[in-house]
């Protein structure tokens, strides 16, 4: 599975689980850490778990590890790194705070 196709999964999974505000955006040249990031929410901290759970469970059936994971047992912002795409699954609130889409500014994003 290539990065695109690895991103493309992320956004059907998170779509299953009712994640909101989806963005993608391809930092592909604009990065030397990743190509992709995936930033999306959950209305709760228990959905941002549950969407966390389901990514790694449906990756894990294709053999796909994350590099790492943080924040899960805090559920405001899990940051789960797949190598070359990244995911950002926020609380609304904590999204709001830090604003990583300002930090994009600029990078053309998917909005799904």
């Given at each position: 599975?290539?990065?695109?196709?690895?991103?493309?999964?992320?956004?059907?999974i998170v779509q299953d689980v009712k994640a909101e505000e989806?963005?993608?955006?391809?930092?592909?040249?604009?990065?030397s850490i990743t190509d992709y990031i995936l930033i999306c929410?959950?209305?709760?901290?228990?959905?941002?778990?549950?969407?966390?759970?389901?990514?790694?469970?449906?990756?894990?059936?294709?053999?796909?590890?994350?590099?790492?994971?943080?924040?899960?047992?805090?559920?405001?912002?899990?940051?789960?790194?797949?190598?070359?795409?990244?995911?950002?699954?926020?609380?609304?609130?904590?999204?709001?705070?830090?604003?990583?889409?300002?930090?994009?500014?600029?990078?053309?994003?998917?909005?799904?």
């Open positions: 599975m290539n990065e695109q196709e690895k991103a493309k999964e992320l956004i059907r989806i963005l993608l955006f391809d930092v592909n040249g604009h990065s929410q959950g209305r709760s901290q228990g959905h941002v778990k549950g969407i966390a759970d389901r990514v790694q469970e449906e990756f894990r059936k294709i053999k796909i590890k994350p590099m790492s994971i943080e924040g899960y047992s805090e559920g405001s912002w899990i940051l789960m790194d797949y190598d070359h795409v990244i995911i950002h699954i926020f609380h609304p609130e904590t999204r709001a705070y830090y604003n990583l889409e300002g930090l994009h500014e600029g990078i053309a994003a998917e909005s799904f």
